[in-house]
């Protein structure tokens, strides 16, 4: 019995040996030097497994957005849906249908709010175009937060303290612009999702072709 290596120095020594024109004949007949790798794919494996847990994880963006609870907010003040009586209900010595209603519009690729009265006149609005974000960066979640508490700031300055939200739209900055407006010293007395859905529902378009 031989065993691996010894055959492998042996097979080496006669390639050495061999001239140059029989290892030319050799390599024609198909004979080539190849070089073998005795290496495991084990530490391979376990190198990737490393790398992937020293790389940090995703950031989820604005900062406490997935640990908000807006139910636990609400159900602290108030119940959570209205009643005959709430239009009446003081807030501040204001009754709740002539408070400031803060209107968020939120779309894939950017984020707007607007601050009118109880009779629907627009006294105030910010997006995040005007905060400063470009292109992409406008629909993401950091630029709805950022808007919401600059405006909050601006809204503060008018004398405006407590609002109720109304929020429309499906865009990635919906948590994170209510967010935004607690963060900023609003206080939130109610919220209303006013995003339209049709039922029924239309027909999907259709699948693209590739």
Known sequence: ?????????????????????????LQQCGFMRRCLSTTSTCQRRTDRKSILASVPKMDEGADGETSFDVDKSLSATMSLFPTKDTPNLLIDGVPFKD?????????????????????????????????????????????SQATAITFSSKVQ????????????????????????LQMGGMNIV????????????????????L
Request: net charge positive; charged share 20%.
């Open 1 to 25: 019995m031989f065993s691996v290596a010894s055959v492998l120095c042996k097979f080496t020594n006669v390639l050495h040996s061999v001239s140059v024109n029989s290892r030319c004949e």
């Open 99 to 143: 408070l400031h209603i803060c209107h968020i519009r939120v779309h894939k690729n950017n984020t707007k709010i607007h601050l009118t009265n109880g009779n629907g006149t627009v006294l105030y609005g910010w997006t995040c175009g005007a905060e400063g974000f470009k292109n992409a960066k406008k629909g993401t979640n950091i630029a």
């Open 157 to 180: 300055h008018l004398g405006i303290k407590n609002i109720r939200v109304k929020i429309g739209g499906l865009g990635p900055g919906r948590m994170a612009a209510i967010k935004g």
């Open 190 to 209: 109610s919220i209303s999702d006013t995003t339209p859905a049709q039922y029924p529902c239309q027909r999907p378009r259709k699948q693209r072709r």
